[in-house]
T-cell receptor, first 113, second 116 residues
Framework: DAGVIQSPRHEVTEMGQEVTLRCKPI?????LFWYRQTMMRGLELLIY????????DSGMPEDRFSAKMPNASFSTLKIQPSEPRDSAVYFC???????????FGSGTRLTVV | AQKVTQAQTEISVVEKEDVTLDCVYE???????LFWYKQPPSGELVFLIR??????QNEISGRYSWNFQKSTSSFNFTITASQVVDSAVYFC?????????????FGTGTLLAVQP
């Protein structure tokens, strides 16, 4: 298995633009998580899905952030409009029910200028 | 509420020294899981170990060992004979196993610098 695949690896965008981050979980995993890593706040959970359904989005910072999981093999995290304070590394992770190991993707480094 | 504390922000050692990274956790649950992840300079998060709350047996994997003590709510990580390649940020994390909580709560991480 190729692991959790995230794209793009790096994204530089101008303030106000829409940004879409993509994630392909490991095949068969039924949980998908989006985390954000910043120097100030460390690693924080934004949202997670179970069987493609959003379960807890309490970590989503504001309405500018949205996440979808249209099928078991794909998820997106969208920021519209983006702001400089959104600059961070965004990680996607997946796991299978009953197995408490989380596999992380390589992350997307987002820079909003 | 769940919380993970890694009091050591940065540690610097010379190659071949042993080093212990501390992790203290808080949880009200009786069933939970503890993790250690490594984040090398390349940025990815690498899974190292998972322990459940019912298994306090210490574990050794090569130069790595973990000491889990429920009495002190600690899950410390020791690297024996450190190497330059061990230089990374190490995160301790906690996940409660029951109910609807599936979050992995991370500590703030410890930056380990191993000097040649």
């Amino acid at each position: 298995d190729a692991g959790v695949i995230q794209s793009p690896r790096h994204e530089v965008t101008e303030m106000g633009q829409e940004v879409t981050l993509r994630c392909k979980p490991i095949s068969g995993h039924d949980y998908l998580f989006w985390y954000r890593q910043t120097m100030m706040r460390g690693l924080e959970l934004l949202i997670y899905f179970n069987n493609n359904v959003p379960i807890d989005d309490s970590g989503m910072p504001e309405d500018r952030f949205s996440a979808k999981m249209p099928n078991a093999s794909f998820s997106t995290l969208k920021i519209q409009p983006s702001e400089p304070r959104d600059s961070a590394v965004y990680f996607c992770a997946s796991r299978f029910t009953g197995v408490y190991g989380y596999t992380f993707g390589s992350g997307t480094r987002l820079t909003v200028v | 509420a769940q919380k993970v504390t890694q009091a050591q922000t940065e540690i610097s050692v010379v190659e071949k020294e042993d080093v212990t990274l501390d992790c203290v956790y808080e949880t009200r649950d009786t069933t939970y899981y503890l993790f250690w992840y490594k984040q090398p300079p390349s940025g990815e998060l690498v899974f190292l170990i998972r322990r459940n709350s019912f298994d306090e047996q210490n574990e050794i994997s090569g130069r790595y060992s973990w000491n889990f003590q429920k009495s002190t709510s600690s899950f410390n990580f020791t690297i024996t004979a450190s190497q330059v390649v061990d230089s990374a940020v190490y995160f301790c994390a906690l996940s409660e196993a029951g109910g609807a909580t599936n979050k992995l709560i991370f500590g703030t991480g410890t930056l380990l610098a191993v000097q040649p």
